[in-house]
């Protein structure tokens, strides 16, 4: 069994900023590459950003300059720090992360979603 527990959602101001967890747990052999999508009102859910286990990370076009993906191997967590936040973040984020189980299963979990609400 494996979980992905994210946290540090909320409602923030404009140009505020966000700072969200996600933590994996269970039955983990190893982590490959670890993401956050999103998914606004009324539209298809997209990739805001990815970090490979050696660290290589890619941004989406709208997050660039403004939005940090980072992990930590040991506590098996991705965070991604969000600044200048606009009303056009506002969002479900979800985690997702590839994992290879004790049992030797490789698949992609997801995260449970965070709300991120961008409003002055």
């Known amino acids: 069994q494996v979980q992905l527990v994210e946290s540090g959602g909320g409602l923030v101001h404009p140009g505020g900023s966000l700072r969200l967890s996600c933590a994996a747990s269970g039955s983990i052999f190893s982590i490959n590459a670890m993401g956050w999508y999103r998914q606004a009102p009324g539209k298809e859910r997209e990739l805001v950003a990815s970090i490979t286990s050696d660290g290589s990370t890619k941004y989406a076009d709208s997050v660039k300059g403004r939005f940090t993906i980072s992990r930590d191997n040991a506590k098996k967590t991705v965070y991604l720090q969000m600044n200048s936040l606009t009303p056009e973040d506002t969002a479900v984020y979800y985690c997702?992360?590839?994992?290879?189980?004790?049992?030797?299963?490789?698949?992609?979990?997801w995260g449970q979603g965070t709300q991120v609400r961008v409003s002055s």
């Open positions: 997702t992360a590839n994992i290879i189980t004790t049992r030797g299963v490789q698949y992609d979990y």
